[in-house]
């Protein structure tokens, strides 16, 4: 059976399958919430943490190829997810070292499930950047992976950005100008989508 709405205007809270039971969207008044039986990858939400702030990671005490938190922690977040779902993480990031001839090693941690490492990582981490010149600031660092967490905190997700480089007692910088300043210091981005399982 099908139907034919001849109107300019539509006006309901709730959208349900053609047997009733399911529903597929509905409005709490104020915003529309996905219900059940959205597609299978479908994106159906996505938060952007962007950020100029300088951050660090490492010192003078740190060990060779130890991750580190960055300070201030760069970290996203994402919340009102349904179980199930997966979580597409792109990070584009403007990464440096306080010395030259470094790797900085990239690694991704989920917050909400005990800190566990995501993705498959190489020897020198997830991701990273190599340069003769790391030291001077600004190398500009794209990555995603799709990852599906073994559980929600209430819904929500969160995935954080450490760091490493490749020497004893050195620091890995994101959005650092080159030595040290601020006059060329660029920003960088975490964006994070739910995609319907």
Request: with cysteine.
């Amino acid at each position: 059976m099908s139907s034919e709405i001849k109107s300019t205007t539509v006006q309901t809270n709730s959208l349900k399958d053609k047997t009733g039971t399911r529903v597929l969207a509905s409005d709490s008044g104020s915003a529309w919430s996905w219900g059940s039986g959205v597609p299978a990858n479908t994106i159906i939400n996505i938060t952007q943490n962007q950020f100029a702030t300088e951050c660090e990671a490492g010192g003078p005490s740190s060990t060779a190829n130890v991750f580190y938190s960055y300070s201030p922690a760069v970290t996203c977040t994402i919340n009102n997810c349904q179980t199930g779902s997966k979580i597409l993480i792109s990070c584009f990031l403007h990464l440096s070292c306080d010395e030259n001839n470094r790797a900085v090693k990239i690694r991704l941690i989920d917050k909400t499930n005990s800190d566990a490492v995501i993705g498959t990582e190489g020897s020198g981490g997830l991701f990273g950047a190599y340069q003769q010149n790391i030291n001077y600031g600004g190398v500009p660092v794209s990555y995603e992976i799709l990852y599906t967490p073994p559980s929600f905190n209430s819904g929500s997700f969160q995935v954080e950005v450490q760091g490493a480089v490749d020497d004893a007692g050195e620091k890995s910088f994101i959005n650092q100008s080159d030595a040290g300043g601020s006059s060329r210091e660029f920003s960088s981005n975490i964006i994070l989508k739910e995609i319907a399982g």
